[in-house]
Antibody
């Protein structure tokens, strides 16, 4: 059974750093892209970027380029999304999801990680 | 403002057929396939339709998708109360990113 299990909810202060994770199991982790999708409170889905764990090829949405870093450790089948300096506007639910093609067809999703940034 | 345009809301009564539209441009829907997602309240999105009109295993055939030019549609026939959810279209854009519609909240009256 394919599963993506994300790390737990985080409460951080503005300016702090954060790295959230997404662990894949039940499939060949290095053969599928993993994307990250943001959903701000009460809002729609936004594609942040995607990584191919097999060779760490990474693509970012222009809206998120330079704002976050996407990485993966194939030895432990885990992808990451990190911030160096959080803002209140980063408060959102973040989902990871797999895609075979690297396009917009995300077939398996994690349960989401809620990030709250507040002073 | 989302790159793909969806109506913010739609509604229908049980048993009815409803359609949700998704309008894009030549750089996304016009040249790439469309996928649809269903997001039930408080849950992660679920892939409902891929490659314009294909259903993943387990998705009822009450759900169907179509694409024409720079627009796509999701149709739900035999509407059921459990279909009440948010629906999103998505496509690859030739600017090298995935774009989503703003979402349509479906209410079953």
């Amino acid at each position: 059974e394919v599963q993506l299990v994300q790390s737990g909810a985080e409460v951080k202060k503005p300016g702090e750093s954060l790295k959230i994770s997404c662990k894949g199991s039940g499939y060949s982790f290095t053969s599928y892209w993993i994307g990250w999708v943001r959903q701000m409170p009460g809002k729609g889905l936004e594609w942040m970027g995607i990584i191919y764990p097999g060779d760490s090829d990474t693509r970012y949405s222009p809206s998120f380029q330079g704002q976050v870093t996407i990485s993966a450790d194939k030895s432990i089948s885990t992808a990451y999304l990190q911030w160096s300096s959080l803002k209140a506007s980063d408060t959102a639910m973040y989902y990871c999801a797999t895609s075979y093609s690297g396009s917009s067809d995300f077939d398996y999703w994690g349960q989401g990680t809620l990030v709250t940034v507040s002073s | 403002q989302s790159v793909l345009t969806q109506p913010p809301s739609a509604s229908g009564t049980p048993g009815q057929r409803v359609t949700i539209s998704c309008s894009g441009s030549s750089s996304n829907i016009g040249s790439n396939t469309v996928n649809w997602y269903q997001q039930l309240p408080g849950t992660a999105p679920k892939l409902l339709i891929y490659s314009n009109n294909q259903r993943p295993s387990g998705v009822p055939d009450r759900f169907s998708g179509s694409k024409s030019g720079t627009s796509a549609s999701l149709a739900i026939s035999g509407l059921q109360s459990e279909d009440e959810a948010d629906y999103y279209c998505a496509a690859w854009d030739d600017s090298l990113s995935v774009v989503f519609g703003g979402g349509t909240k479906l209410t079953v009256l």
